[in-house]
């Protein structure tokens, strides 16, 4: 059952790798055009900060966040193969924030940048990535699960020791 949900996270690292690989491949730096007008469009940006741009050219900012995501990707990997608790939802959750760290760690060792693209045209907000996408929907989903079990966080604790 865990090779599953290693399979689900290469998957979504696979889609953001080909997203990345069209935008950077077929445009230049800066260049836009709308996928859905007034909605959503694809803009190739390289941001060589860490989340929203932040520490911009930062190369100390770099090589940390690079660090912390590794080491949380080694300890999800533990969890999907090691952990006793067995909900699909906990899961799910570890292999989409696994996916989303992987395809941007991926992106700051190979180029020293991350590649992103989707920019919402209706309202000012970070441009961002398929693996953005799958790190904010699995922390959606393990803040869900930690709501919706008895005890929490704890369950982990637990049934992990």
């Not at 940006?45 to 995501?69: L, Y």
């Not at 991926?106 to 799958?134: P, T």
């Not at 966080?153 to 637990?158: A, G, K, M, P, R």
Request: glycine content about 8%; charged content about 10%; hydrophobic content about 55%.
């Amino acid at each position: 059952m865990s090779f599953l949900w290693l399979i689900l996270s290469l998957a979504v690292v696979g889609a953001d790798k080909l997203v990345k690989y069209l935008v950077s491949g077929n445009m230049s730096v800066g260049g836009s055009f709308e996928l859905i007008p007034g909605v959503i469009a694809i803009t190739y940006v390289q941001n060589t900060g860490v989340s929203f741009s932040m520490f911009d050219d930062s190369p100390t900012a770099m090589v940390v966040v690079t660090g912390i995501a590794i080491a949380v990707c080694a300890v999800i990997i533990f969890f999907l193969f090691y952990n006793k608790y067995k909900s699909n939802l906990f899961n799910a959750a570890l292999a989409l924030i696994l996916a989303g760290a992987l395809g941007n760690v991926i992106d700051r060792v190979q180029n020293g940048y991350v590649v992103d693209m989707f920019e919402f045209l209706f309202v000012r907000f970070a441009i961002f990535n398929i693996a953005d996408i799958s790190l904010t929907v699995g922390t959606v989903l393990f803040a869900v699960w930690i709501l919706r079990s008895e005890r929490g966080v704890n369950n982990i604790q637990e049934n992990t020791m």
